[in-house]
C-alpha cells in the first residue's frame, strides 16, 4: 500500500509539471490538524500533519498523516494518504485522497482509505486557520474527521 500512495503522489507531480511553470504563486503549506474521528458510533480524538504544495492558484496536492490512538476499541489507527486539491476561492479548499488507514492491535493489518474533504481558511496574519470536515471511505463503511487544522504558508 505504500508503495500505491508514493506512485500516486509521483503521479501528481510528474504530470502536472507543465502547471507548476505557468503557476501565478507557488507556495509551501504545512500543518497540524487536532480534531475527532467518528467512526461506528465511537468518536475518539484525532490528531495530524498536513502538507500541501500549491501548484497553481486553483490546484495543489499533498500529503496527510493522521493517528487516532483509541479508535477500534483502543487498538489505534493511523492514516496516510496523498491529495489533490481545489481552491475555488481563496479561502475554500475541497479535496481528495487515497491512502491506507493502518490498524493496530492484537490482529494489525491495513486497508485502503478514500477521502474527500473540504476546509475554509481564515488568515491570521502568517497563518491559517482552517476548520475542515473529511469522510474516509473504508470498504463499505465511512469514518466522519471533524476539526481545525493550522497552517503557516510560506
Excluded at 43 to 51: K, L, P, Q, R, W
Excluded at 114 to 141: K, L, M, N, Q
Aim: hydrophobic share 40%.
Amino acid at each position: 500500500m505504500k508503495n500505491k500512495v508514493l506512485k500516486f503522489t509521483a503521479c501528481f507531480f510528474i504530470f502536472l509539471t507543465p502547471a507548476v511553470q505557468a503557476g501565478d504563486e507557488v507556495k509551501h503549506i504545512p500543518g497540524v490538524f487536532i480534531g475527532t474521528t467518528h467512526f461506528d458510533s465511537e468518536s475518539e480524538f484525532t490528531f495530524g500533519v498536513e502538507y500541501e504544495y500549491k501548484i497553481t492558484q486553483k490546484w495543489g496536492a499533498g500529503v496527510v498523516f493522521e493517528r487516532t490512538n483509541d479508535a477500534h476499541h483502543g487498538d489505534g489507527t493511523a492514516v496516510a494518504l496523498a491529495s489533490l486539491y481545489y481552491h475555488p476561492t481563496k479561502n475554500v479548499r475541497l479535496g481528495v485522497g487515497y491512502g491506507e488507514e493502518r490498524i493496530g492491535g492484537a490482529h494489525p493489518h491495513n486497508e485502503d482509505l478514500y477521502r474527500i474533504s473540504s476546509a475554509y481558511d481564515f488568515h491570521v496574519g502568517d497563518f491559517g486557520i482552517a476548520p475542515t470536515i473529511a469522510i474516509d471511505f473504508i470498504d463499505d463503511e465511512e469514518a466522519v474527521v471533524v476539526g481545525l487544522a493550522i497552517t503557516r504558508p510560506f
